[in-house]
């Protein structure tokens, strides 16, 4: 079975340089979730999407966007990078904006240096 | 503010026992739980999920069970294996204002002894 696709899956970048993460999620899901990992950490909500509009928002930095786009696919956009920023991102996908399977991808590993 | 959080960080289980992770939330509009298994550098692989309309959920090997009255959710895994060894998180949804927002509980690391 399809599953949700992350790109890439390593990442390394300087500080202060931006960063463009990618989520494909499942054929017929219209809802994507961004979560960042630190080591050790519990995932942590950034923002979510349903139906192209932002559906709910976490701790997402201003430093940070993300949007979904037409075909359903997401976008996190990162700049102005910090060694902080360094971390798991998690992609999700669902199907409805309720009370339904969320499903992760393998996650992007972001390092900044 | 509202949080999602496990008891036990770490259980050490032999193999073949039965494993029982718990979780506690604090959200009383929480109506919607998932149980996410972790394995190192993976990303969050779904397991069971359940409504609040519910106290119990069956699947293979693994149970859950919510209770509402103590905000309480827990797994239980049957006849632990080597390869359950993960960490477990639990997850929620909440209905007032929750929107699109999985919140993540501290996850519980489970170790399978052989």
């Known amino acids: 079975a399809a599953g949700v696709i992350q790109s890439p899956r390593h990442l390394i970048k300087e500080k202060r340089e931006t960063a463009t993460l990618k989520c494909y999620p499942i054929p017929r899901h219209d809802t994507v979730y961004w979560y960042q990992q630190g080591p050790g950490q519990d995932p942590q909500f950034l923002i979510s999407?349903?139906?192209?509009?932002?559906?709910d928002k976490g701790s997402i930095p201003d430093r940070f966007s993300a949007q979904q786009f037409s075909d359903y696919h997401s976008e996190l956009n990162m700049s102005s990078l910090e060694l902080g920023d360094s971390a798991l991102y998690f992609c999700?996908?669902?199907?409805?904006?309720?009370?339904?399977?969320?499903?992760f991808g393998q996650g992007t590993r972001l390092t900044v240096v | 503010g509202e949080s999602v959080g496990l008891h036990l960080p770490t259980l050490s289980v032999q193999e073949g026992d039965n494993s029982i992770i718990n979780c506690a939330y604090s959200n009383s509009a929480s109506d919607y739980f998932i149980w996410y298994k972790q394995e190192s550098g993976k990303g969050p692989q779904f397991i069971i999920d359940i409504r609040s309309n519910m106290d119990k959920r069956q699947g293979q090997r693994v149970t859950v069970l919510l209770n509402k009255t103590v905000k309480h959710l827990s797994l239980q895994i049957a006849a632990t294996q080597p390869g359950d060894s993960a960490v477990y998180f639990c997850?929620?949804?909440?209905?007032?204002?929750?929107?699109?927002?999985?919140?993540f509980g501290t996850g519980t690391q489970l170790k399978v002894e052989l």
């Open positions: 997850a929620e949804k909440a209905r007032a204002g929750g929107g699109n927002k999985l919140t």
């Open positions: 999407f349903y139906e192209k509009m932002q559906s």
């Open positions: 999700a996908s669902s199907r409805g904006d309720r009370n339904t399977e969320a499903f």
